[in-house]
């Protein structure tokens, strides 16, 4: 069955540290998609990242870097220099692409707070 | 495009009264996600349909919700009649059959009184 687990339950940083948030994922099937998802105090859901099952490559957007490990089904989030606007609920998830029909399945989330 | 479209954003009714929470779909999108959220369960699957056909509707939590999706572009999620227990997030979100595009509407706040 499919899973996705993000042990870390809440992190308090201060401005300006680094932080990692961690997401450890099941499947059985081989062709799926990995998401991070930002929600922010006011509610939405903000689309971060997709990250097709065949291309491991670790991806860096800004301050934002994802890497993604299939030996470990591990694809984690740093967070470089945080600041206060990144404090948010952070969701990961996994689409398959074959058994589910793009069945979207969560994490529990992370909550992130920076402190100024 | 717009995006995924719900209506309305807040939602206030009294216990008893039927209430019906509206989403639009992306244009092309062939599957559409309903989901609640609540601190105490996270995000759940309510039900999801495949080109307007419901696929899998074993989230929905009892009889009181409904869900159609009369075409590729209108889809309503209806809890008759509707209990304090049902305050929460509604989020509706589509995307193409293999989850490419997955987009998230922004949510209903639906709270019963």
């Known amino acids: 069955a499919q899973k996705v687990t993000q042990a870390q339950t809440e992190i308090s940083v201060v401005e300006k540290e680094d932080v990692t948030l961690d997401c450890v994922y099941e499947t059985r099937d081989t062709t799926y998609y990995l998401f991070w998802y930002k929600q922010p105090p006011s509610g939405e859901l903000v689309f971060l990242i997709r990250?097709?099952?065949?291309?491991?490559q670790n991806e860096i957007s800004g301050r934002y870097s994802w890497n993604f490990q299939k030996s470990t089904s591990s694809f984690n989030f740093t967070i470089t220099a945080s600041q206060v606007v990144d404090s948010a609920v952070y969701f990961c998830?996994?689409?398959?692409?074959?058994?589910?029909?793009?069945?979207?399945?969560f994490g529990r989330g992370t909550q992130l707070t920076v402190w100024p | 495009d717009a995006g995924v479209i719900q209506s309305p954003r807040h939602e206030v009714t009294e216990m008893g009264q039927e209430v019906t929470l509206r989403c639009k779909p992306i244009?092309?999108?062939?599957?559409l996600f309903w989901y609640r959220q609540t601190m105490m369960r996270g995000l759940e699957l309510l039900i999801y349909?495949?080109?307007?056909?419901?696929?899998?509707d074993s989230g929905m939590p009892e009889d009181r919700f409904s869900a159609k999706m009369p075409n590729a572009s209108f889809s309503t999620l209806k809890i008759q009649p509707s209990e304090p227990r049902d305050s929460a997030v509604y989020f509706c979100a589509s995307s193409m059959l293999d989850g490419y595009g997955y987009t998230f509407g922004s949510g209903t706040r639906l709270t019963v009184v």
């Open positions: 990250r097709n099952s065949f291309d491991e």
């Open positions: 998830a996994l689409v398959d692409r074959g058994s589910t029909l793009g069945r979207l399945y």
């Open positions: 244009s092309g999108h062939n599957s």
């Open positions: 349909f495949n080109n307007n056909v419901p696929i899998d």
